[in-house]
């Protein structure tokens, strides 16, 4: 069988169709057609779960790809946030039948004919959302973490051309969506505070702050405050050398992003401050307690960021929140409290 999987979406997307694609590699091969703004097909370098990537830039990408590649696979898989109407359109020109669980309002009827659409079902985990797309009779879908482990075929050093410590480090990602949705972001000065918390709680680790390069003045306050043993990386690594910072990190600390779902991906124990998103359609914590522990604060109005039944009964966007009440109102001692006996217990235990 030969599948095409588009992905159009960040880093964390990518990894939640690892799952999928893993599953289709049992008894057939996949393209993968990528947007590339996130560069998020870098995660697939040096490893074997696409026999190609192809990237989709602009328009002339589309014609190409259709015209080499039309009818040449059996089914493509689109999740909720790669099927756009261009994506749509091309897939069923590749393909003999294709499978989504989102229609975009305005497609072709004579197109639709041919699109296999699986409805969502609440609940349930996002990984398992992608594997509905596979097999929708499938009731006992059940996931652990090394459904999502991206294995490479050379590891690569990093240490020669970035300012790790030779020391054993922790990964703190201070920001989460590119400093833009704000719902996701915990405030700068709680972290200097908690980070000083834990320099004297750790004494024999460093903290290695990880991010997008528009994050750098925000770690350049963390930078700022004298934390002892802190290093900044935001904005000078790329998906591959960042990939490799989380794998030998002892333990990832952050927010709801590509680099939570990227430390799963590294079999790296994460602990992750919530905000608007969904954790039960997001997090990593009923797949695997004992290496992801999560914090979130219970407001009525969570969660306001989910594609699937989203809490709309205070705003229609998570951007438009007056106040973000759901992640600015966790303090540090409050995160503090939870983070301390599930980081003695990782890092005492390795």
């Given at each position: 069988m030969?599948?095409?999987?588009f992905?159009?979406?960040?880093?964390g997307?990518?990894v939640?169709?690892v799952?999928?694609?893993?599953?289709?590699?049992?008894d057939?091969?996949?393209t993968?057609?990528?947007?590339p703004t996130?560069?998020?097909?870098?995660?697939f370098?040096?490893n074997?779960?696409f026999?190609?990537?192809?990237?989709?830039?602009?328009?002339t990408?589309?014609?190409?790809?259709?015209?080499?590649?039309?009818?040449?696979?059996?089914?493509?898989?689109?999740?909720?946030?790669?099927?756009?109407?261009?994506?749509?359109l091309?897939?069923?020109?590749?393909?003999?039948?294709?499978?989504?669980?989102?229609?975009?309002?305005?497609?072709?009827?004579?197109?639709?004919?041919?699109?296999?659409?699986?409805?969502?079902?609440?609940?349930?985990?996002?990984?398992?959302?992608?594997?509905?797309?596979?097999?929708l009779?499938?009731q006992h879908?059940?996931?652990?973490?090394k459904?999502?482990?991206?294995?490479?075929?050379?590891?690569?050093?990093?240490?020669?051309?970035?300012?790790?410590?030779?020391?054993?480090?922790l990964?703190?990602?201070?920001c989460?969506?590119?400093?833009?949705?704000?719902?996701?972001?915990?405030?700068?000065n709680?972290?200097?505070?908690?980070?000083?918390?834990?320099?004297?709680?750790?004494?024999e680790?460093?903290?290695?702050?990880?991010?997008?390069?528009?994050?750098?003045?925000?770690?350049?306050?963390?930078?700022?405050?004298?934390?002892?043993?802190v290093?900044?990386?935001?904005?000078?690594?790329?998906?591959?050398?960042?990939?490799?910072?989380?794998?030998?990190?002892?333990?990832?600390?952050?927010?709801?992003?590509?680099?939570?779902?990227i430390?799963?991906?590294?079999?790296?124990?994460t602990?992750?401050?919530?905000?608007?998103?969904?954790?039960?359609l997001?997090g990593?914590?009923?797949?695997?307690?004992?290496?992801?522990?999560?914090?979130?604060?219970?407001?009525?109005?969570?969660?306001c960021?989910?594609w699937?039944?989203?809490?709309?009964?205070?705003?229609?966007?998570?951007?438009?929140?007056?106040d973000?009440?759901?992640?600015?109102?966790?303090?540090?001692?409050t995160?503090?409290?939870?983070?301390?006996?599930?980081?003695?217990?990782?890092?005492?235990?390795?």
């Open positions: 030969k599948y095409a999987v992905i159009s979406s960040g880093l997307d990518a939640l169709m799952p999928l694609v893993k599953k289709l590699k049992e057939g091969k996949i993968g057609f990528f947007d996130f560069q998020c097909q870098q995660l370098d040096d074997d779960l026999e190609k990537i192809i990237l989709l830039r602009r328009n990408d589309y014609v190409k790809t259709l015209i080499k590649y039309k009818n040449k696979f059996d089914i493509s898989f689109l999740n909720y946030f790669s099927a756009t109407r261009k994506n749509l091309l897939a069923v020109s590749l393909s003999k039948e294709t499978r989504t669980n989102k229609l975009p309002n305005i497609l072709p009827g004579i197109k639709k004919s041919n699109i296999n659409f699986i409805e969502p079902k609440k609940g349930i985990h996002d990984a398992e959302q992608n594997l509905r797309l596979l097999d009779n499938d879908i059940t996931l652990n973490e459904d999502f482990t991206i294995d490479y075929t050379r590891e690569k050093s990093s240490e020669e051309t970035l300012d790790i410590p030779n020391a054993p480090y990964a703190i990602q201070i989460s969506a590119n400093n833009i949705h704000q719902y996701k972001n915990w405030p700068m709680y972290w200097i505070e908690l980070l000083k918390l834990l320099s004297k709680q750790y004494e680790f460093h903290f290695v702050l990880i991010g997008d390069a528009n994050e750098s003045s925000l770690a350049s306050q963390i930078v700022e405050s004298d934390i002892e043993r290093h900044s990386l935001v904005g000078c690594t790329s998906i591959s050398e960042l990939t490799s910072i989380i794998r030998n990190s002892r333990l990832f600390i952050g927010l709801d992003g590509g680099p939570m779902h430390s799963v991906s590294q079999g790296t124990p602990f992750t401050i919530w905000g608007a998103s969904d954790y039960n997001y990593y914590q009923d797949i695997n307690k004992e290496n992801n522990q999560i914090v979130y604060k219970e407001i009525s109005c969570h969660p960021n989910s699937i039944a989203p809490n709309t009964s205070r705003v229609m966007d998570p951007q438009e929140c007056p973000f009440a759901c992640i600015r109102s966790l303090n540090p001692e995160v503090l409290s939870k983070l301390i006996p599930f980081a003695n217990r990782i890092l005492n235990s390795t």
